[in-house]
């Protein structure tokens, strides 16, 4: 019988069969959440087990008596490996050295570093023959000051008064009249033989720049030697403040 007979059924005859599936179909789903249920609850009533059988055994241990407890000090340095000087190897987070000594007073002694020692009112440091260990001990100059002052000095060949301490990166005039007070002036200063010098030699000087050490090899070329530094000053390369700075510095 094919479904298409279903057409030819009468009413009552329809609604059996109809009625006949929807039962079918609720048995097949009833069916289906029965089995749900049931695991579930298998799956609860396993779960209850595991809880009573954990409180059980957290019961068991408050029970039992605590054993004799190792003192803290003892554990630790029984656990402890120790060098070959008997002293205890230290955790990773601490340092690793031995027990700070105590001093006479019975405090433990820290390590001192001493401040750098500064000069007094009415001391002096020499303009040309100092160190950057001597530049520190004035007050307000520090390792940083120091070397740019030693550094420059040498560029120039020599300081020929005080007031060029300005010219150092980072010295005002307020720290240079802090300075002033512990600087004696005077000392020995190298010159460049301006007409034995290379063109290299000539501009590491700070005083000189690339235009006007051109000009001086130039003219060098030209007439020869150059005897003093009024044929420098002739030139438009050479400003006043030029000539007076560079003066002290040429040798012809």
Do not use: C
């Not at 020499?126 to 530049?135: F, G, I, K």
């Not at 005077?186 to 301006?194: D, H, T, Y």
């Amino acid at each position: 019988m094919s479904w298409k007979d279903f057409l030819y059924f009468q009413r009552s005859a329809k609604i059996a069969v109809t009625l006949l599936l929807i039962l079918i179909a609720l048995t097949l789903v009833l069916n289906t959440l029965s089995r749900y249920r049931n695991t579930s609850d298998a799956i609860l009533m396993r779960n209850d087990s595991l809880i009573r059988e954990f409180e059980e055994f957290h019961r068991t241990l408050t029970v039992k008596e605590p054993s004799a407890a190792v003192p803290e000090e003892r554990k630790s340095s029984a656990q402890q490996p120790s060098d070959r000087n008997g002293y205890p190897y230290e955790s990773a987070s601490r340092h690793a050295r031995p027990p700070v000594p105590e001093s006479d007073g019975g405090t433990p002694s820290r390590a001192y570093r001493p401040a750098a020692e500064k000069l007094s009112e009415g001391e002096t440091i020499s303009l040309n023959e100092t160190d950057t260990a001597v530049w520190k001990k004035i007050p307000g100059i520090g390792s940083v000051y120091a070397s740019r002052i030693v550094k420059y000095r040498e560029m120039l060949g020599g300081f020929v008064r005080a007031e060029q301490l300005l010219e150092v990166y980072g010295i005002d005039r307020e720290l240079f009249a802090r300075m002033a007070v512990y600087i004696e002036s005077g000392g020995s200063f190298r010159k460049i033989p301006v007409n034995q010098a290379e063109f290299r030699e000539l501009l590491r000087h700070p005083y000189l720049n690339n235009g006007q050490v051109k000009v001086i090899t130039e003219l060098r070329r030209r007439k020869g030697n150059i005897t003093s530094i009024r044929e420098l000053s002739l030139l438009e390369e050479f400003s006043p403040e030029d000539i007076s700075r560079l003066e002290p510095y040429l040798e012809f």
